[in-house]
């Protein structure tokens, strides 16, 4: 069945400093979107991804939709401590299915 | 007004007992989600409901059985908890039920089976 895998599992980084998730799905994807969770949260819809190659920024979160439109990343540019939390790619096929990577862990020391 | 809200926040119960999590959306939506998230946080489909028909049945304990009376409300009842059942269960919606679809979520239900 289809998989999606995120890397790295955990980050913890100085604030200041960038910070890159990436998503890999082993089946072709229709579309890609990218969610939040804050500690004790629940997770919160970011920015959905559509087109082969696509680049989307919402201020200092950057987002890219692969050319093989399999695989995605995140990047957040200068983190704050606001940005602290769960970053989930979920990749949608042709199914009804939404899957869900595994995560990726953000800390950022003050 | 919360758009995807659940009851109760904080379910604390024995191994052994049957319990109820409720859930109701108020965005108009067709679709509903019942997720399970375990302590490394893996976010789980277990069910999907659009309209009232269930679409996506996960490979679930016949133990876990959703129930909704009307497109905006999607309730879970779990029978004979067991200890790996503890997990922040999250309901969600959303407007259609394809896998493009944006997913709304609720506050999630923090169950701790003892």
């Known amino acids: 069945g289809q998989q999606v895998m995120q890397i790295p599992q955990y980050q913890h980084v100085q604030e200041g400093e960038d910070f890159t998730t990436y998503c890999n799905s082993s089946t072709t994807l229709s579309n890609i979107q990218w969610y939040k969770q804050r500690p004790g949260g629940h997770p919160v819809f970011l920015i959905q991804?559509?087109?082969?190659?696509e680049v989307k920024k919402q201020k200092r979160l950057t987002f890219q939709f692969g050319e093989a439109k399999k695989n995605s990343s995140l990047h957040i540019t200068a983190t704050q401590t606001t940005d602290v939390g769960t970053y989930f790619c979920a990749g949608g096929d042709s199914s009804y299915k939404l899957i869900f990577g595994s995560g990726t862990r953000l800390l950022v020391r003050p | 007004d919360t758009a995807v809200s659940q009851t109760p926040k904080y379910l604390v119960t024995q191994m052994g007992n049957d319990k109820s999590i409720k859930c109701e959306q108020n965005?108009?939506?067709?679709?509903m989600y019942w997720y399970k998230q375990d302590s490394k946080k893996f976010l789980k489909i277990m069910f999907s409901y659009n309209n009232k028909e269930l679409i996506i049945n996960e490979t679930v304990p016949n133990r876990f059985s959703p129930k909704s009376p009307d497109k905006a409300h999607l309730n879970l009842h779990i029978n004979s908890l067991e200890l790996g059942d503890s997990a922040v269960y999250f309901c969600a919606s959303s407007q259609a039920y394809q896998g493009a679809d944006t997913q709304y979520f609720g506050p999630g239900t923090r169950l701790t089976v003892l």
């Open positions: 991804l559509v087109k082969s190659g």
């Open positions: 965005l108009g939506h067709d679709t």
